[in-house]
């Protein structure tokens, strides 16, 4: 068990003392996973990784610690998920035309090499966005598994431990999702 793990379960507990040690040990975790977000952001962006973190850190704290998380892996997905809505907000609020204007259509998405979870282009974001929510309909696991390989950052084997389904489970759902995705964003963007 990890020590993020106890925390978390003492937390869990009501223990108030153990939720004042969690910050300081995840935030540098927290802090690489939203620099790596923010990566490639242009000049002058108002929004940086130390204030998505705490952005983030906010609505997991929530109301009185109203979050509950299983374990240190439930944790990040968790967090990676916040910031990834924070991210889409701020997307959405700089009112861009959703479709026109100086994006061109991408024929091939290359999902190797794509790293959706850093694009820096808001019309991307909420392409992948909204993508993800039509996922979310037609197969709310592969939509997890999604969130945790490029949100989260997590390889095949940790994402698949995190939704508790098989490796092989876990490939198979990826490479429908890829297919999946890659179709519907060849749709948006």
Known sequence: ???????LQAV??????????LFPLV????????????QGEKAGQTLQPTALVHEAWLKLAGPEGATRFDNRAHFFSVAVEAMRCILVDKARAKGRIKRGGEM????????ENLDVASASNDETIL???EA?????VRDPICAEL???RFFGEMGNEEAAESLE?????????WRFARAWLQVELKKNL
Do not use: F, P
């Open 1 to 7: 068990m990890t020590e993020v793990t106890r925390i």
């Open 12 to 21: 869990a507990g009501g223990d108030q003392l153990a939720a004042a040690e």
């Open 165 to 173: 389904i098989s490796e092989t489970t876990a490939k198979r759902k």
């Open 104 to 111: 061109q259509r991408v024929e091939d998405v290359d999902w």
């Open 146 to 148: 999604v969130k945790r």
């Open 132 to 136: 993800l929510e039509k996922l979310v």
């Open 27 to 38: 935030y540098d975790e927290l802090r690489r996973i939203a620099a790596h977000k923010m």
């Open 127 to 129: 392409a992948v966005h």
